[in-house]
């Protein structure tokens, strides 16, 4: 994980004010199926390992806002042309407090558009580090940062996890666009 | 938070593996009803906390572990026992940020007593620990930590697929 800079482009505060009042797209995990041929057999791991997704009672489950749907497209186009990449897939995604988003790599029903060259992997902080909040990928953790706070990764293909522990929902965006020509 | 170094005097790997994880003591289920807890805990409900997550598992010298450990730790830091335990976050779970209340305390001498934090399991990406706006992650078996008071403010979290054992340690300074 490097830290590239911070984004400086997009009002923070304003997009975090908008999406805390705004219905997420939908929950995460998006794919429950433990036999996901693309998978790695990851939930069955998570479930030996006791996690329980909280539509069950447990902890597992994070929301996920969808660019058009909950935020706009001309924010995602402010941080890409930061970065300097174009957009493949862009959401935002966030922890209540209490949960988690154990280990995991973000699998897809069709990888090969992410296995091609120039394909990079960023998350942005939306909102500072705070107690108990902490994002790891890899064998490194992502703390201590500030809103705007961007992150570029190995591959997309990176195993990380988010966890909180702390009495703030925490915020997360994740992008996956291909490096500009 | 203080990182002061790596206490090797103990075997961790052998006094983990002999704990029964199924025998450790629920603390977190059985919380005094006092209020600096219940404000605590009264703040993560208002926050939306899932009250689902906090459970983390206590061991103890004598009834869990040798408590040789106490005696080696104490020499390894300098600092007169007060009270000791073994702490144990499962997957999933958390340690919510919270201070830690106990019922003795009132007698101590507040700005004497010193707290120590050791990592005791191998580190598994997913598992850290917090003491007010620090943080310990990735650290080698063995690793200890002072704390600025032993009242701070601290949470646990296991992103992992394995428990995470930690070595908790309050005592007297030993050059009061």
Avoid at chain 1, 25 to 45: C, E, F, I, L, S
């Amino acid at each position: 994980m490097r830290y590239v800079g911070n984004c400086d482009s997009i009002d923070w505060t304003q997009l975090l004010v908008q999406l805390m009042h705004n219905t997420p797209a939908k929950r995460g995990p998006g794919h429950h199926q433990a036999d996901h041929p693309n998978a790695n057999g990851m939930h069955k791991q998570w479930n030996d390992a006791g996690y329980v997704l909280t539509d069950a009672g447990g902890t597992v489950g994070w929301d996920m806002y969808l660019s058009g749907t909950n935020f706009s497209h001309s924010t995602v186009d402010a941080v890409c042309n930061w970065i300097g990449i174009e957009n493949i897939s862009t959401w935002i995604s966030a922890i209540h407090p209490g949960e988690y988003a154990p280990l995991h790599y973000d699998f897809q029903d069709d990888e090969t558009e992410f296995d091609q060259p120039g394909v990079e992997r960023y998350h942005v902080h939306i909102t500072k580090s705070m107690p108990g909040h902490a994002f790891f990928v890899g064998n490194e953790c992502a703390y201590g940062y500030t809103a705007g706070d961007v992150y570029q990764w190995s591959s997309w293909r990176d195993y990380h996890a988010g966890v909180n522990a702390g009495l703030q929902k925490k915020f997360t965006m994740n992008i996956i666009g291909k490096r500009y020509d | 938070m203080q990182y002061i170094g790596i206490c090797n005097t103990i075997d961790w790997k052998n006094l983990i593996d002999w704990l029964d994880i199924d025998t450790g003591y629920n603390s977190s289920a059985n919380l005094p009803d006092v209020p600096p807890v219940t404000n605590m805990f009264n703040n993560l409900k208002n926050a939306g906390y899932n009250m689902n997550s906090i459970e983390w598992l206590n061991f103890y010298p004598d009834k869990d572990y040798d408590p040789g450990v106490t005696r080696l730790f104490e020499t390894y830091v300098g600092a007169t026992h007060i009270r000791s335990w073994i702490s144990c976050v499962k997957p999933g779970k958390t340690a919510p940020w919270h201070w830690d209340w106990h019922q003795d305390d009132a007698d101590l001498p507040f700005d004497d007593v010193v707290r120590y934090t050791a990592n005791i399991s191998p580190w598994h990406p997913g598992q850290a620990f917090f003491v007010k706006d620090g943080i310990c992650y990735n650290d080698a078996v063995g690793s200890v930590y002072q704390w600025d008071h032993y009242t701070d403010y601290h949470a646990g979290v296991n992103a992992s697929m394995v428990p995470k054992f930690q070595y908790n340690y309050v005592g007297l300074r030993c050059d009061m």
